[in-house]
Every structure is written in structure tokens, then in C-alpha cells.
């Protein structure tokens, strides 16, 4: 039985692809820092013998990502499949945030990944098999979402996992890695980061459920990059392809109405990506 790895599993993205791969079989390794959460997710997620673990960790502290990696270093019972999903988002714009909120944005969304893929793929590479799911944005791609240290830490994702998917080493070694750039995902990430769901229309927004089927089916199929949904795919190569001075008219600034001299502490976000 395969064993898959889901960080930020107790909601969204996260808990979507937990329930997606436990109907294929796996079995999970489910971490977030709610236990509780994480308790009920794996209660009610189908089980064909072996039961998903839960491992609580907190994955913006060095602390968390040890204990993560540890696991994922066990080679007496492997782990399969990785899945960075685990995320935040800063919930004002970046002049009216504390550093150390950005400074857990970087944290979570890109030292976590690089520390966890770390530990993950020598063993991966040395058994000839294996994947690691990344979940980024479709902001990844540029202009989209100003004023956010959130665009930039997925660019980071998506550049890392295209570098590592497509070098010889992991290619040879028959080891998938996929990177997935959901758009706006109905989940509660917005809702955390403060990121009014009104702003936007009915039709921008996907499933959880869509975009786990999505990145699971790419990742298969060996797609280094995949963006669910036809209006994500087109607006993906809008942002690649058009001359920034057409695409940045189309930015969202959250700082248009924001004060900047207002600098207070923000909550530490979500651990489910969109």
C-alpha cells in the first residue's frame, strides 16, 4: 500500500487531496498544526487496513519542519508521495504588516517546501520511485495580486519545482513532481487572510475538489506544471506571454484603501494553499 505525506491537511486543498488519495488506496500521513482537526479528517477518511497517521507540527518553525522531515527520513516505512500544500497568505498589504508576518509567509511557503522536498527525494531517487505535489498559484505568474508577499513565495514554488521535476537526476530516477497553480479555490484561505470573496465573480471561483482531481491526474500523467480549469489556463498565458503594461491594469492592490503607518499584529493565517 502506498503512503502519501499532506501537509496542511485539515482544510481545503489540503483535506480535498487527502480524501482524493485515500479513495485511490493510500495511505496517509496527514500533518497540520490542528490535532484536532487533523483527528477528525482522518476518522472519516476510508481506510483499507493500515490506519492514516496524524503528526501535528507547526511547519513555519524549524522545530515543526524537523519533525516532518524525521518521518519522511523513515525508511523503514517510506513515504510515497509528498504534498506541499500548506500555505498563508498575509492578511493586509505588505507596508501595514509586522515583519516577522512576512517573514512566516517565506516560512511556511517556501522554507518549509525546499526543507521537506529536501528530505524527501534522496529517497525517493535511490528507490527509483516516488512524486512530490506543490501546491503554488496561479499568482505565481506575475501581476495579479500587488503589495503581497504571497505572489512572489509561489513564484519560488513553481521556479523550484520546475528547476528540481526537470534536472536529469530526477527525471532518470523515474520520480514525478508536479506543481499545481489553482485560481481563486473556494476554501477558508481567503476567509483568514482577510481577502473579501465578494470582490470577485461566481464564475473565477473552482472546487476543492477540482483542483485535487486536477493536480492528482497531472502528476500521473508526469506534467511538471498544472492549472486547473480552461479560464486559469488562459489567464496563465496572458500573464506569461502579454507585455506587463497590458497585464498590470488588471492587478488587484489591496493597498489602494490600506494606511501603511497602521501596523498591527496579524493572525498566522491558513495552512491550506490556493
Known sequence: MPTALVTGASAGIGRALARKLADRGYR???VSRDVARLEAVATALPARSDPHEVLAADLAT???CHKVERRLQDEEDPI???VNNAGIAPPKPFLNNPVEVEEAVLDLNVRAVLRLTHAALP???ARGSGGVLNVASVSALGPGWLASTYPPSKSWVLAFTESLGRSRHVRRSGVRMTAVLPG???TEFHTRARIPAENFPSWMWLSADRVAETALRDLHRGRTVCIPGIRYRL????LRHLPRPLVLPWCWDPSGTADPQRSTAAPHGTESAC
Open 184 to 186: 481563486y479555490t473556494r
Open 62 to 64: 524549524v522545530a515543526g
Open 28 to 30: 496517509l500521513v496527514l
Open 235 to 238: 489567464a496563465c498565458w496572458a
Open 80 to 82: 510515497d508521495l509528498l
Open 123 to 125: 529517497g525517493m531517487v
